[in-house]
């Protein structure tokens, strides 16, 4: 019989109870800090600018543009039952019209090098609820899925918390650029089954936060290589895959499996939503796209926990249903993507900062492990709290991420103006410079 | 084949159902008033829409309140960017007053304790995340609504145990009831952490008295239980003797230690006709499960989108008291026109001052006091009858022979045309001398295929689901994994 651990007065789940929710890690304290002391361009210039949010609002003109021209139709139309009509449907599958603008969309950032069909998306609220729902139906309470580290630190809540499921990682590091290799899908495979952990799939992020960099080909076919060899799932988080600073160099594995006729495919799944590429996070739009029948119907069942308004719904499909306005936005917001990227990775090799060579993403991978005193998480996070309260930047080490090299940070850009971005590049410039000087001081003494 | 999860593969959806049946009927032949005068009527669908021509002439009039016209589009950008799981300031301080206005602004709600959901689905899912571990349980008065099985237990592991309430009083929940549940519980070794009420009921119509609110947070406090208030139907009381909620018993002195035992969920859906616009709300009482419920909520945030136009629209409080008694009219006037006719020909349903549905007395029209013949006559409903309404059994009631019919989401013609099918065929049913002629009741094959709807015709929910358990003769709901 167990003992009975104490609990507070009124007794909550041990899911609440638990601390798998996630916010007690320094990705979030870094937030904690900007918000008691937000930088201002006019009221708080000495504030800490924010950098750990990957957020996209390099092209919103673009979005606020098309609505005054197009107010009607985002509007409920020209129907006077458009409101109600609109208000009432709550159909898990979702307005076909939204279903069908979502899909021509995700085409249309593939080049058209991958067709997705209407009846397979699922709509959710945020791909948080997405990871987590596919979570629920792909994996039992106890198994596990294997994730490539670095990761984005939110899957730690997204998929573990409620669902009762693990995450082993599968270890990259910076000798290959962090590449994901089969070696090491293998030992983390091994790793998992030598404590009697049963792995259920695999999740990978592509375009990859925090690293900003898309996965290769050769490197997704060695992927769906080791699933269907192990007979388990594939989750393809693709959420940034309409942030890369060029249309060729993302591959998504929608277009890998079109080009083998779809052979085994009833084991991979995309998440895709419109908060990053689009820059509408306030508004939870997310999808699950899966090539498995009873996984859709399942998800769909599911989505009833998390369904988009359908308000959203009907302004989205208006919207992304505008060939003209989607193509002249995945052109553009790719455009000034790149060049805030390049502005940033210029501005941190002239501090001498490198950064992993990167090509989409709204952020870069930034290695500062030369300026680490040991080579070690702590120091990292020592490192950390310096550039949060001296620097005053909030940006999220690599430890938050799972990543096993220390000294790597992910800095966001494209969160902010570009005055602002210049204003942090001077603080960093500064820093080094002090850094430097530090070094060559006479009086330097060890620490 | 590439296998997939206990919780994906087992029933807990609960659309396997045959009651899907119904469903299925109206939806290869549903009624319109011109293209299709015989098809199938919706009556199992508890939806609000009487008063839309107020809400749309309030949209119409406020453009600031859509970040899609020009007058609110400077908005666009901070709305659209805004992702805090707190919610709008605006938002839920407006939720928060329109709360207060829907009780007579007897009691006060802290926008700080509103928590938002994938609607009241989300919300009852999260609570029971929040509040109890796989296999321990709820008790949940009977009859109930059905989508509670699926919300409260497919992916939460939790059960739900009924607490029996009968005819014989009308459907009251008695202390001694909720006491039984709770000692078979024990017997069986299941650990009951809460009790669910829905005030006022579905699909009863009724709303709870004092001394029963009383006595049930009596029962929850001296077990340290907690006690979930269903409230989502509390905009559509109609008449004496008017709503009372939690929320005024748990100002009472004899009740505010025990406070943090109470938690509400709201919604928009049925008061306001809003049901695709998922706007869910947890209010508790406690901080930790407003806490851990505002973390949960990550996974069903509202579209600011949609909280924005909603802050607008609730903060307008005159258009709010106008909306209210004018729902409230009209809600009326369509029950009396319902139960009138419905007892022209002999129905009784239960007395009820609220929702958007009665529940009526078929008893009389079955062969014999059974499941089967309740079912059997609902078949011959379907069928014959064209109209979708709800059998008991699917509310887990525990006597044959009560049905819910819903009447506020459908036009004045519309009701009309299902009062007089109803009445022929009531007329025609109870006609001595008449060889009845048992048509064999179409059991259409259960598949919920991927094929496009037509979503422009009709809407469909998939919410009004029922268990696949038959359980006729035991109260007592087995576990399931």
Redesign the interface.
């Known amino acids: 019989m167990a003992i009975e651990i104490e609990k507070p007065a009124v007794g909550l789940s041990k899911v609440a109870v638990s601390d798998t929710h996630g916010e007690y890690s320094p990705y979030f304290a870094g937030w904690k800090a900007y918000d008691e002391n937000p930088y201002d361009e006019l009221w708080n210039s000495s504030g800490v600018i924010q950098m750990g949010l990957a957020e996209n609002q390099v092209s919103f003109d673009l979005l606020e543009q098309y609505l005054e021209k197009h107010s009607e139709a985002t509007n409920w139309g020209n129907r006077t039952s458009g409101f109600r009509d609109n208000a009432l449907f709550q159909d898990y599958h979702g307005l076909q019209s939204f279903r069908k603008a979502m899909a021509s969309f995700m085409e249309q950032i593939r080049g058209g090098r991958a067709k997705f069909n209407p009846d397979r998306i699922v709509i959710t609220a945020g791909a948080t609820a997405a990871n987590e729902l596919l979570t629920f139906i792909l994996a039992d309470p106890g198994d596990a899925l294997l994730i490539p580290t670095p990761y984005y630190p939110g899957f730690d809540r997204d998929l573990r918390w409620r669902t009762g499921v693990k995450i082993v990682p599968v270890h990259c590091d910076s000798s290959n650029n962090f590449e994901i290799t089969p070696q090491a899908l293998d030992a983390a495979y091994n790793e998992a089954e030598s404590h009697n952990i049963k792995v259920k799939g695999v999740l990978i992020t592509n375009p990859s936060n925090p690293l900003g960099a898309t996965i290769k080909r050769s490197t997704l076919e060695e992927i769906l290589e080791f699933v269907t060899r192990k007979n388990i799932h594939l989750v393809s988080d693709e959420i940034y895959s309409g942030s890369t600073f060029s249309g060729e160099e993302f591959v998504s594995v929608a277009e890998v499996l079109e080009a083998r006729d779809y052979k085994e495919s009833d084991r991979v799944h995309i998440v895709y939503s419109l908060s990053k590429d689009l820059g509408l996070p306030g508004f939870r739009v997310g999808t699950i796209y899966s090539y498995n029948d009873k996984v859709v119907t399942t998800a769909r069942r599911m989505s009833s926990f998390t369904l988009i308004s359908s308000q959203t719904q009907q302004l989205l499909a208006s919207m992304l249903s505008d060939r003209t306005f989607t193509e002249n936005y995945i052109k553009t917001n790719r455009e000034r993507l790149k060049k805030r990227h390049q502005m940033i990775i210029d501005g941190l090799k002239n501090s001498g900062i490198e950064c992993l060579k990167g090509n989409a993403g709204l952020f870069c991978w930034m290695n500062l492990s030369p300026l680490l005193e040991e080579p070690t998480k702590e120091s990292e996070l020592t490192l950390w709290k310096s550039m949060l309260h001296e620097v005053k930047l909030n940006i999220s080490p690599g430890s938050s991420c799972h990543c096993s090299d220390p000294g790597w940070f992910r800095v966001c850009f494209a969160n902010m103006s570009e005055q602002t971005l210049q204003v942090a590049l001077t603080r960093i410039h500064n820093f080094m410079d002090r850094r430097k000087a530090m070094k060559s001081s006479p009086d330097f003494s060890s620490y | ?8 593969t087992n029933n807990g ?1 609960g ?1 396997n159902s045959s009651y899907f049946d119904g469903w299925k009927a109206y939806e290869i032949d549903p009624y319109h008033p011109t293209k299709n005068s015989h098809g199938v009527i919706q009556m199992g669908l508890a ?1 609000n ?1 009487l008063c ?1 021509d107020l ?2 002439e309030w ?1 119409e009039n406020n453009p600031k309140a ?5 007058q609110g ?1 400077n908005g ?2 901070d ?5 805090d799981y707190h919610g709008l300031p605006e938002f839920r301080n407006s939720v928060a007053r329109f709360m207060e206005k829907v009780r007579g602004n007897k009691v006060r709600f802290n926008p700080d304790r509103i928590v938002m959901s ?2 009241a ?2 919300a009852h ?1 999260t609570l029971a ?5 796989p296999g ?1 349980a709820f008790l949940v008065p009977t009859p109930y609504y059905p989508g509670y099985d ?2 409260l237990r ?2 939460t592991g939790i059960q739900l145990l009924p607490v029996v309430c009968e005819s014989s009083n009308d459907f009251k929940i008695t202390r001694e009831a909720l006491e039984d549940a709770y000692e078979k519980a024990r017997e069986a070794n299941i650990k009951v ?1 809460g009790l669910i009420l829905n005030n006022p009921s579905n699909p009863l119509g009724t709303v709870l008295d004092r001394t029963t609110l009383r006595d049930a947070m009596s029962f929850i406090s001296e077990r ?1 239980i ?1 006690l979930i208030c269903d409230e989502i139907y509390s905009a559509t009381v109609f008449n004496e003797p008017g709503f009372i909620s939690i929320a005024e018993i748990a100002e009472e002195s004899a009740y505010r230690k025990h406070r ?2 109470i938690h509400i969920v709201y919604s928009l ?1 049925k008061d306001l ?6 706007v869910g709300i947890i209010y508790s009482y ?1 901080d ?2 407003v806490n ?1 419920a505002r ?2 909520s ?9 909280q924005h ?1 909603i802050a607008s629209m609730l903060s307008d409080d005159i258009f709010v008291e106008k909306f209210l008694d004018e729902s409230a009219k009209r809600l009326a006037e369509r029950h009396s026109l319902f139960t009138q006719g419905l007892a022209k020909v002999g129905i009784k349903s239960l007395k009820a001052n609220a929702g958007l549905f009665c529940w009526i007395d078929l008893k009389r029209l079955l062969k014999e006091p059974t499941f089967e013949a309740e079912k059997e006559l609902w078949h011959l409903i379907i069928d014959e009858v064209k109209l979708n309404v709800s059998p008991g059994a699917s509310f887990h009631c525990s006597e044959p022979g009560w049905f819910r019919v819903c009447f506020a989401n459908m036009d004045d013609e519309t009701m009309k045309i299902a009062l007089s099918r109803i009445h022929k065929f009531v007329i025609q049913k109870t006609r001595p001398d008449q060889p009845t002629t048992r048509k064999q009741c179409k059991r259409s094959k259960l598949e ?1 295929s ?1 094929s ?2 037509r ?2 015709e009709f ?5 009004m689901l029922s268990s696949p358990h038959s359980h006729m003769t035991s109260p007592l709901v087995r576990a399931r994994n």
């Open positions: 084949m590439v296998l997939l999860s206990k919780i994906a959806h659309e939806e829409q839309f809400i749309q949209v859509s970040i899609c016209t020009p589009s666009f950008n709305i659209a960017v805004y992702q994938g609607g689905t989300g899912e995340f929040c509040l109890a571990d321990e699926r919300d497919w992916r952490k340290n907690h943090d035992l859906s006709g809003f049901p695709g616009f998922r406690n930790a499960v851990c973390k949960m990550s996974f069903g945030l509202v579209s600011t989108q949609t136009l919920i991927l496009s709807r979503l422009d809407i469909m929910t998939p919410r």
